[in-house]
């Protein structure tokens, strides 16, 4: 006798729910050096916006790369949210966590940092509308590139 698939995973709504693509997955400190940049340097742009990205790069790169690294982010997060097919979902600047969103936007970014343009668009078609896809890859690789320029898949900067 068949049954019922719903009473095989009775919902409990009383439990809050982390919002679709905040869940928890893991902390900032399980990733590479460069993943957790992006992720900290995402976080800063929504909060303080391009202008506080560019400043946070300058003691790392020269002025002219530091900018090119924070266009580079600046466009990238515009694309997610404009081609996106929800709401990229992040934790607050100070947090430890790292959440499913941000995990993908890191992998997206450590893809970059290899040059591995398909691996990139790849997984920005997992996230993104496929016509954006192609766009997020270049970005991608260009803020992967400019951290990885600046030395910071050497060391761990916070």
Do not use: K, N
Request: with cysteine; hydrophobic share 45%; aromatic share 6%.
């Amino acid at each position: 006798m068949p049954r019922d698939f719903t009473q095989d995973f009775p919902s409990d709504d009383s439990r809050p729910r982390s919002p679709i693509g905040g869940a928890p997955v893991g902390r900032l400190d399980d990733l590479g050096a460069i993943e957790a940049r992006a992720v900290r340097l995402l976080r800063l742009w929504c909060d303080a916006g391009f202008e506080a990205v560019a400043a946070r790069l300058a003691p790392d790169l020269d002025p002219g790369p530091a900018s090119a690294a924070a266009r580079a982010l600046d466009a990238l997060a515009r694309l997610c949210a404009t081609t996106g097919r929800r709401p990229l979902m992040r934790h607050a600047a100070d947090c430890a966590c790292l959440g499913a969103d941000e995990a993908w936007f890191a992998r997206l970014i450590g893809h970059g940092s290899e040059a591995a343009g398909e691996e990139a668009m790849m997984l920005a078609m997992a996230f993104l509308r496929p016509e954006a896809a192609a766009e997020a890859a270049y970005l991608a690789e260009a803020l992967g590139l400019g951290l990885r320029r600046a030395g910071i898949s050497r060391r761990r900067l916070h």
